[in-house]
Nanobody, 115 residues
């Protein structure tokens, strides 16, 4: 059984930084894509950033230049460094991993940015 455990959310003032982590356990293929999604109140779930096993990363336009996704393949862990945070970044952030076997989700971690 695959489990994803997120950590690092919290309350921060606008302009501040947070670093989210997501550690995966269980049977996950070494070839996978790791993603961070978020869902803000009253809005649809949004793909924030993704990174392949080879390290190729993509970002939503709203976070480009502010957020950085990275991964540690040996530990099956994915990170999201969030800088210059804005109130509109407030959301529940979810870790997601996709491989040939399935699509796995974490429980979510709340990020709140105060103005």
């Amino acid at each position: 059984q695959v489990q994803l455990v997120e950590s690092g959310g919290g309350l921060v003032q606008a302009g501040g930084s947070l670093r989210l982590s997501c550690a995966a356990s269980g049977s996950i293929s070494s070839i996978n894509t790791m993603n961070w999604y978020r869902r803000a109140p009253g809005k649809e779930r949004e793909l924030v950033a993704s990174i392949t096993t080879g390290g190729s990363a993509n970002y939503a336009d709203s976070v480009k230049g502010r957020f950085t996704i990275s991964r540690d393949n040996a530990k099956t862990t994915v990170f999201l460094q969030m800088n210059s945070l804005k109130p509109e970044d407030t959301a529940v952030y979810y870790c997601n991993i996709r491989d040939w076997r399935g699509n796995y989700w974490g429980q979510g971690t709340q990020v709140t940015v105060s103005s």
